[in-house]
């Protein structure tokens, strides 16, 4: 079986060399040269953990194989896959240019019985259209089909995600489809879950937003716990004990972001919308999050009237850790908003600086220790918990900083570890601790 897989961005890419791994041939296509080249010499176009080690050993292998001559590549092949993006349009549905583009090139250059499986996260409805578009359109005299098999991997996992994947969906028209994706699933001994293919395109804008929605609901909860004096970080706890609850995606934050949350719960409302239908839950999902984004700079804002001037310590930029993408994270409008107020920036990340200074190349210092960034800083915004932020020396804050004033997007640190030390401490869903400014006061008034 002849496996191409269109696209080499996470779901592609990913999707290919795992493939690969479990003994599948596989040609991965896509239209930059250079990128190509890396590849094929192990190097991941992607910062993901363990990618490299089976780019690497499936290429050497024979079995993984990367080109930008797409008219080889989908002449003889039995199976592709289409893993390309599709982005958020100004009005929140899915742009789908880059699906029908690689639609067009495989109906011009296919001469083989093929099925077309669409990995892309994609809109209700469009492995219909994007079947009648290649009947319509393929060139040669040859029986193509189209399946959905939505991805499900995660940014920084997406390795492990697929390969020990806790499902597979698979939807389809036909046996022989299904047969076919059976197969190509074989090695990879999941649980397989057969629907047809308006389900299994639902299942994917339902599991993510169901997943946002969870975010939002505990951001609410968190911000309310704030009002009423409890800690969201006990209420998690608690809840967590219910199987029917279960413990995971309970983290209360600053948001969430990535490339797949907020364009998703925007395309599945806009579809709705689009049929006449109000889904209100993802209309408040989207709301919340939207809102809570700014949540820690208003806070600011509020304690210090006017940020012009301060010296503000940024850690973390990537939209979660593991990961050096910056798509949707809350880094990004904050850093923006203290520009604005004239606050002075500097923002340290272990691997997501590369990627911001495409986005303020000089408008912000970037220094390669989170002690440098801290260093006389006013206050400090944490808006990822990668490790090094979240098992610095608390002492840190006190001796380096101006004043020791924290705004904690992600709930780095445990409220009994910071109480001791005497900083100011801001979270999420927690109430703040101690003020720096009325701590002075009265030590000076003691004094007195
Ligand atoms: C998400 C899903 O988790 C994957 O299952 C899905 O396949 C993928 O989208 C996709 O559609 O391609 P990803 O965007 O990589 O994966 O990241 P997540 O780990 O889900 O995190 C998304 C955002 O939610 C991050 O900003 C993270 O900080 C935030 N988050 C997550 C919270 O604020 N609280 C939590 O408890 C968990």
Known sequence: MKIVVAGTGYVGLVTGA???????????????ERKVQTMKKGISPIYEPGLDELLKRNYKENRLDFTTDYVSAYKDADLVFIGVGTPEREDGSANLDYVFGVCK????????????????????????????????????DVHIEVASNPEFLAQGTAVKDT??????????????????????????????????????????YASNDFL????????????????????????????SYDPRIGNKFLNAGIGYGGSCFPKDTKALHWLANDNGYELKTIKATIEVNQNQKYKLFRAAKQRFG?????????????????????????SIPNVRRLLDE???????????????????????????????????????FIFTEWDEIKSLDLNIYSEVMNTPIIYDGRNCYAINDVKEKRIEYHSIGRKAIFNIEEARSEVAATRM
């Open 163 to 204: 390969l020990f994947a806790k499902r597979i969906v698979i939807g389809v028209e036909s046996k022989k489809a299904e047969n076919t994706l059976r197969e190509v699933y074989e090695r990879f001994n999941q649980p397989i879950v057969v629907t047809n293919r308006r389900s299994a395109e639902m299942i994917k």
């Open 105 to 140: 090139q495989i109906a011009d250059n296919v001469e083989n019985d093929c099925l077309v499986v669409v990995k892309s996260t994609v809109p209700i409805g469009t492995n219909d259209k994007v079947e009648e578009f290649l009947k319509e359109n393929v060139n040669n």
């Open 18 to 32: 795992c493939l690969s791994e479990m003994g599948h041939n596989v040609t991965c296509v896509d239209i930059d």
């Open 342 to 380: 004239g606050a002075e920036v500097v923002a340290y990340d272990p691997v997501g600086e590369e990627n911001f200074k495409k986005i303020y190349p000089t408008e912000i210092e970037y220094v390669k220790s989170p002690e440098e960034a801290l260093k006389e800083a006013d206050l400090v």
């Open 306 to 330: 006017s940020l012009k001037g301060l010296k503000v310590a940024v850690l973390g930029l990537t939209f979660k850790p593991g990961t050096d993408d910056l798509r949707e994270a809350p």
């Open 212 to 239: 946002a929605l969870k975010i939002s609901f505990m951001n609410e909860i968190a911000n309310f716990c704030e009002i009423v004096g409890a800690d969201i970080q006990d209420v998690a706890k608690g809840m």
